[in-house]
C-alpha cells in the first residue's frame, strides 16, 4: 500500500498544491514553521480522519477560507481515490466519488503508522494517553472496534449527563441507572475482548523488536482493565456499588474508558524505573510491532510517517527502524536538517525542499 498523489486545498499553509510520490522514501526538509509537518499531518489526517496534533478541524483551514479539502490516490490491490472535505458545519468523507457515512465504514481503508517526537513520551505519560494510541492502533485492523467504542462513548455521555442532571441520591431512578449500566458493560465487553486480543497479539513481535534494538531485556505489555476476570453480573453488582460515588462526583468513575497498559521491562513496570532511553526504545519496539500485525493481519505494508525524529533519536536508533522494516514501505521523513540523514536513506529517496508552502523537488547529490 503507498499513496501515489495528494492535492490539499486550504490546509494548513497550502492553498493549492499537488505532489507525486515515491512509494518508497520521500523526504520533507525545511526551517521550522515551512509546513513540513502540515503535510505529513494531512497525510494522516486521510486516513485516520483527525489529526495528530489538533483537536479542532477548523484550525487546520487556512486562514481566510471556509473549507479544506484532502484528496489522496492509494494504491493497494487497486488503485481508488479518497476525499476528505471539511468546513464548520462538519465532514464529508468519499471513496471513488462514493460518500462514506460512518467512519468505522472508512477508518482502517488506509493503513498509517506514525513515529511523532510526542509518541515518544507516551510510555510515562496519563493513561489518556496510552488509550488513545491503543485506540488508534486497533481501529486500523479491526473495523468493529470503532463501531463499539463510538457507541460506548455516547453510552457513557449519556449516563454522565444524567448524573449531572440530578440534584438528590433519592431522586435517582436506579432502574434507569441499571438499564444504562448494562449497555455500557455490554459495549464494554467488546471493547475490552479486542483490547485484550490486540495486546496478546502484538506482545510478542513487540519483545522481539525490542531485544532487535537492545539486544538485552525482555520487554512484553500488560493490559490493565476494570473487566479483568469479571463476568457481566459481577460487573452489574460492582457499579450499583459505585452508584452514590458516581452521583457524588457526577460521572462515570468506571469503566473501559478507564483502562491503561503498561511496559514491563524484566517484569517491572517501566514508566516507574526504566531510563529515557529505554522507555525510547520501548516505544520504537511498539511502533515497529504495530507495523508487523498489520503486515501481517492484511499481508500489506502500512505507510509509516517519521515527523521530526532526527531531533530526537540518534541515527543508531533511526538506522534500526529503518533496518527493520520491509523494503515495500513507503515512509514519509520530515527533518531541519537534510545533513542529518544518513545518505543510504538520500540516496533511495525523493527529497523535497519546503518553504512556507512552496514545495520544490531536489535531486539527491
Known amino acids: 500500500m503507498y499513496l501515489q498523489s495528494l492535492k490539499l486545498l486550504n490546509f494548513r499553509n497550502y492553498q493549492n498544491i499537488i505532489i507525486n510520490f515515491s512509494p518508497k522514501i520521500n523526504i ?29 478541524d477548523l484550525n487546520l483551514i487556512k486562514k481566510n477560507s471556509n473549507y479544506a479539502k484532502i484528496y489522496g490516490q492509494i494504491s493497494d490491490d487497486f488503485v481508488n481515490d479518497y476525499m476528505i472535505y471539511f468546513d464548520n458545519s462538519g465532514k464529508k468523507i468519499k471513496i471513488d466519488n462514493e460518500t462514506i457515512q460512518k467512519l468505522s465504514d472508512y477508518v482502517g481503508r488506509i493503513k498509517i503508522v506514525l513515529f511523532h517526537p510526542n509518541d515518544l513520551k507516551f510510555v510515562k505519560d496519563s493513561p489518556t494517553i496510552r488509550r488513545k494510541v491503543l ?22 455521555k449519556q449516563r454522565n449527563m444524567y448524573l449531572k442532571k440530578i440534584s438528590k441520591y433519592e431522586s435517582l431512578d ?11 458493560i455490554e459495549l464494554g465487553y467488546h471493547i475490552y475482548d479486542i483490547r485484550k486480543k ?3 497479539d502484538i506482545s510478542s513481535d513487540l519483545t522481539s523488536m525490542y531485544a532487535n534494538i537492545m539486544g538485552n531485556n525482555s ?32 460521572q462515570t468513575s468506571s469503566g473501559v474508558h478507564k483502562d ?25 519496539a511498539y511502533k515497529l510491532a504495530e507495523i508487523m500485525n498489520i503486515k501481517k493481519v492484511f499481508n500489506k505494508q502500512p ?12 541515527n543508531q536508533k533511526i538506522n534500526n527502524i529503518l533496518t527493520l522494516l520491509d523494503d515495500n514501505t513507503q515512509t514519509f521523513i520530515t527533518t531541519t536538517e537534510i545533513e542529518n540523514i544518513p545518505e543510504k536513506i538520500k540516496k533511495n529517496a525523493k527529497i523535497f525542499k519546503v518553504n512556507q508552502g512552496i ?5 539527491y547529490g
Open 198 to 200: 490486540y495486546v496478546n
Open 28 to 56: 520533507f526538509y525545511g526551517l521550522n514553521g515551512s509546513g513540513k509537518t502540515n503535510l505529513v499531518e494531512s497525510i494522516y489526517y486521510l486516513g485516520l480522519t483527525k489529526s495528530f496534533r489538533n483537536n479542532n
Open 174 to 184: 436506579i432502574q434507569y441507572l441499571d438499564i444504562i449500566t448494562k449497555q455500557m
Open 359 to 363: 514545495l520544490k523537488e531536489e535531486k
Open 135 to 156: 485506540n488508534i492502533s486497533i481501529s486500523q485492523v479491526d473495523k468493529d472496534y470503532l463501531f463499539y467504542l463510538n457507541k460506548y462513548n455516547k453510552v457513557l
Open 303 to 314: 505507510i509509516l510517517i517519521l515527523d521530526d525524529l532526527f531531533s530526537e533519536l540518534d
Open 219 to 250: 520487554l512484553k505489555l500488560k493490559y490493565v482493565s476494570y473487566f479483568d476476570n469479571h463476568t457481566k453480573d459481577e460487573l452489574l453488582t460492582m457499579y450499583q456499588e459505585h452508584y452514590s460515588r458516581d452521583f457524588m462526583f457526577k
Open 260 to 284: 491503561d497498559f503498561l511496559f514491563l521491562l524484566d517484569d517491572e513496570v517501566l514508566k516507574e524505573w526504566g531510563s529515557e532511553g529505554q522507555q525510547k526504545n520501548a516505544v520504537i
